[in-house]
């Protein structure tokens, strides 16, 4: 069974400061793997995916994350916070390889983060 | 281009009433899905459905039933409403086998059961 596990709930930076958001995933076949960004009230919003391209993926506004397969990880990156930044992320992976291939998608519980000025 | 609309976007209940929650699609997706979203516990699958006339259980689907009459639509509803469906519902769709794409979301449902 897949799962996600996402380490830290609550996540506070500086403006300014490196942005590191812990991801990781139990899969019994190579994952797919997602990042998505919610800010309040509103819908799931993807910032990057891996499909087994390159391990290290770039996404939008600035965000990065590295597939360590070794690790079973999945982290998130931005060299430097914005305040616009602050909202809460989701790591996700799916059973797309898999022999049901259903595209469901398992979320970790989420991790908000916080930027101070 | 709406992506996927769900209606309504907020609603209030007293327990042991029912009611639909609507989602629709226009980018002709096989896959479409129901979440909820709960404090610290990220977002849990109810129902998905593979294609047009199909359903499935999904991590928690008790208390709910759906339906998918028609491709573009994937209908949530709760016959009997309790205090523990208070919750933010998420639709979401998927282009189907063969694409790794992610899945596409709506704004969110805010229901509030008294």
């Known amino acids: 069974a897949q799962s996600v596990t996402q380490l830290g709930s609550h996540v506070s930076v500086s403006e300014g400061a490196l942005v590191l958001l812990r991801c990781n995933y139990s899969?019994?076949?190579?994952?797919?793997l997602f990042w998505y960004v919610q800010y309040p009230n509103q819908g799931l919003q993807l910032l990057l995916k891996y499909t087994s391209a390159a391990t290290l993926v770039k996404g939008i506004n600035g965000f990065e994350a590295e597939f360590k397969k070794s690790e079973t990880s999945f982290h998130l990156t931005k060299p430097s916070a914005h305040m616009s930044d602050a909202a809460e992320y989701f790591c996700a992976v799916s059973d797309q390889r898999g022999s049901g291939n259903t595209g469901k998608l398992i979320f970790g519980q989420g991790t908000t983060l916080q930027v101070k000025p | 281009n709406a992506g996927v609309t769900q209606t309504p976007k907020f609603r209030v209940l007293k327990t042991g009433q029912s009611m639909t929650l609507l989602c629709a699609q226009d980018m002709n997706h096989e896959y479409m899905y129901w979440y909820r979203q709960d404090p610290g516990m990220g977002l849990r699958l109810i129902h998905y459905s593979v294609g047009e006339g199909t359903t499935a259980k999904g991590e928690v689907p008790d208390g709910y039933n759906v339906s998918r009459l028609k491709k573009q639509n994937f209908l949530l509803g709760l016959e009997s409403a309790a205090p523990s469906q208070t919750s933010v519902y998420f639709c979401a769709s998927h282009p189907g086998p063969g694409a790794n794409q992610p899945q596409h979301f709506g704004d969110g449902t805010r229901l509030s059961i008294l």
């Open positions: 899969s019994s076949v190579p994952p797919y």
